[in-house]
């Protein structure tokens, strides 16, 4: 068992404040490095770029990532706040649910304005206005204070409208937003927010979409980062004696669907419960984690919605040879062949399983005739052979 990694005296401490400890840690991992360098240099090296969306299932890690990402950026710019007081280094604003299927334009300005500590913005306010003379007044603080991002977490709240025929309008009003103030936009949130993404040609050269992804179990170095950080997360846990998380990680995983932000979550319960009913409890057990998992039906739901989502931001091989034969780079016939070669893989696929039953439902009803092999059928080449070969339980190989 490894060392805790919390201070020793914080177990004499309240249990409020052991617990917020814990809510208060979090960690660096992989797939939160790469969301967070990609969006830095999106912001500070991508110059054509006025929309960032970072997309990422519910609970995947997203808020952590904008905690991050308004701390180093308020640290790059302490030099120039030396001689300019004014500059807000980054603004970060949640996009509300609206009541009424129609997202609050005016509402969101009049917010963003108390964020950016717009003088005597209470005495201003005046509801009547109409929505483009709040836009302006948006326009001139974000120039005057010029953060170096402006990020809107819970952003899929923009794609609900009760009609789709304005959908294009919200990314379009960031765009010229971001445009006019030349201040980088940060839109935040789940896959409900890829509605809103490549709906025109302008937008998809003025934006960048990075998926802030979950963890896969079958990616050995991702569920061995999974590990990792269900590790960790061991040893910051303020009780007196570690929990053995690790030999656990399976049912972790399952119930969290390979998400930092839903284990975190799920653990942060758990300490706070078995605290508050024990304060001299030693450790979280199995049976602790059980009581606060999500449930079946409520993972099923959550894996739905995802899988989707991820689905949707995959490129596929067709769509690459979409593209190559609309550009003329390759001949239509060989992109038909390419095709045709796909799917006939796909067929060979369901004719080696049929194939297997028809063999085996053989064997019972023949008899074996002498110099003749059993009947089986041979890899079609030296390629799937190998595939074959490769294809065995994740799980038995950890």
Not at 11 to 37: D, G, K, W
Not at 349 to 355: I, K, L, N, P, S
Not at 387 to 394: G, L
């Amino acid at each position: 068992m490894e060392q805790s990694a919390y201070p020793q005296e914080l177990l004499q401490a309240p249990i409020s404040e052991r617990v917020t400890f814990f809510v208060n840690y979090t960690m660096a991992h992989p797939h939160l490095i790469q969301a967070f360098n990609e969006v830095m240099q999106s912001v500070y090296q991508a110059p054509g770029i006025s929309l960032i969306f970072v997309v990422g299932a519910t609970g995947v890690g997203k808020t952590t990532l904008l905690r991050r990402l308004e701390q180093k950026l308020t640290e790059k710019a302490l030099p120039e706040l030396k001689h300019n007081q004014g500059k807000v280094p980054v603004i970060g604003l949640e996009a509300k649910a609206p009541e009424f299927s129609q997202f609050d334009w005016k509402d969101f300005y009049i917010r963003l304005l108390k964020m950016l500590n717009e003088p005597l913005i209470e005495k201003k306010i005046n509801y009547g206005q109409s929505c483009s003379k709040w836009r302006s007044a948006v326009e001139s603080a974000l120039i005057h204070r010029s953060p170096d991002a402006f990020y809107i977490d819970e952003a899929h709240h923009l794609a609900m409208l009760p009609s789709g025929r304005k959908l294009k309008d919200q990314p379009e009003t960031l765009k010229s937003l971001a445009n006019l103030t030349q201040v980088k936009i940060i839109p935040t949130g789940t896959y409900d927010l890829l509605p809103l993404i490549d709906l025109g040609d302008q937008l998809c050269r003025r934006s960048k979409t990075i998926h802030f992804q979950r963890y896969h179990a079958d990616n050995s170095q991702e569920a061995k980062a999974f590990k990792s950080v269900v590790q960790t997360f061991s040893q910051y846990l303020p009780l007196p004696q570690q929990p053995d998380l690790l030999s656990n990680w399976e049912f972790l995983y399952e119930r969290s669907l390979g998400c930092v932000g839903i284990l975190k979550d799920w653990l942060s319960v758990t300490l706070s419960e078995v605290l508050d009913s024990d304060g001299n409890a030693r450790t979280i057990t199995l049976s602790d984690l059980q009581r606060h998992a999500l449930g079946v039906r409520q993972c099923l739901v959550m894996l739905k919605s995802i899988s989707t989502g991820e689905q949707q931001l995959q490129e596929s091989s067709e769509d690459l040879l979409k593209l190559q034969r609309d550009l003329k780079l390759i001949p239509s016939s060989h992109g038909a062949a390419q095709e045709k070669y796909s799917q006939s893989k796909k067929e060979r696929e369901v004719c080696r399983t049929e194939d297997s039953g028809k063999e085996r439902a053989s064997q019972k009803n023949t008899k074996k005739q002498i110099a003749q092999t059993s009947p089986r059928r041979y890899p079609l080449n030296k390629e799937e052979s190998e595939k074959e070969e490769k294809e065995t339980d994740f799980f038995h190989s950890l």
